[in-house]
């Protein structure tokens, strides 16, 4: 089974930083994409940064503020982001889609982490 522990949300002010980490445990033939997604209240669930074997892809509004890093052979992730601002504030989760075996490939996500940004 596989299982995504996620670390680093937090309040911080308007300008500031977070580092947010998503490391995944259990059997997975071959990770695809590793990345996070966020959804604040009443809107839906966006993409972040997501990265794969070809590159990394951001989000417009996060572009130039967030820097996604990747050890697939650790199956890690680490999100971090930098210039903080108030529309940033969403539970944000971890999200791998992986090849459980050579034909079968599944998506897993994490529980969430809390990220507010106070202003």
């Known amino acids: 089974q596989v299982q995504l522990a996620e670390s680093g949300g937090g309040l911080v002010q308007v300008g500031g930083s977070l580092r947010l980490s998503c490391v995944a445990s259990?059997?997975?033939?071959?990770?695809?994409?590793m990345g996070w997604y966020r959804q604040a209240p009443g809107k839906e669930r966006e993409l972040v940064a997501t990265?794969?074997?070809?590159?990394?892809n951001y989000a417009d509004s996060v572009k130039g503020r967030c820097t996604l890093s990747r050890d697939f052979a650790k199956k890690s992730v680490v999100l971090q982001m930098n210039s903080l601002k108030a529309e940033d504030t969403a539970t944000y989760f971890c999200?791998?889609?992986?090849?459980?075996?050579?034909?079968?490939?599944?998506?897993?996500w994490g529980q969430g982490t809390q990220v507010t940004v106070s202003s």
């Open positions: 999200n791998v889609r992986a090849y459980l075996d050579p034909t079968n490939w599944d998506e897993y």
């Open positions: 259990g059997s997975m033939f071959m990770i695809v994409s």
């Open positions: 990265t794969t074997r070809g590159g990394t």
